[in-house]
């Protein structure tokens, strides 16, 4: 069996044309919960009582836009790059500052790095690992 640096799918990204009626939607005919809602209200994160997150993006959707389609967590996210690179896999932007919020519990959470890459398909995925990396 091959070595995995992956250690699970984490959430699920889906463009939204409405952020707010899509939050409610989710919430309210699905019985997800809300977790997270970006400051800027074009994100926002809910979730199953188990299972990957799902992050709904508002965003213009047309034909041919890229989106992520899963999100993967990783042990050792600067490890990953570097192994994704010399495998010669198809790396987009990487974002190596994410910031930190504040959790419900009053701590700070560091949010880390992530980066996007594609598969043969030209699907898109992100991978995310906290990190103090800088490239």
Known sequence: MAETMIN???????????????????ISKLGFELHFKRPDNKMAIVAPPSGPSIFLCEREVHEGMM???????????????????????????????????????????????????????GNMFVAHGKSNFVE
């Open 67 to 121: 989106s992520v389609v899963i999100g993967f967590e990783a042990a050792d996210i600067v490890e990953l790059l570097s192994d994704l690179k010399r495998k010669e896999v198809q790396i987009g932007e990487v974002r190596t500052d994410r910031g930190a919020i504040r959790t419900e519990s009053g701590e700070t959470e560091i949010l880390g790095m992530d980066f996007d890459f594609y598969d043969p398909s």
């Open 8 to 26: 699970s799918i984490s959430l699920l990204q889906i463009p939204v044309k409405n952020l707010d009626e899509s939050m409610e939607w989710y």
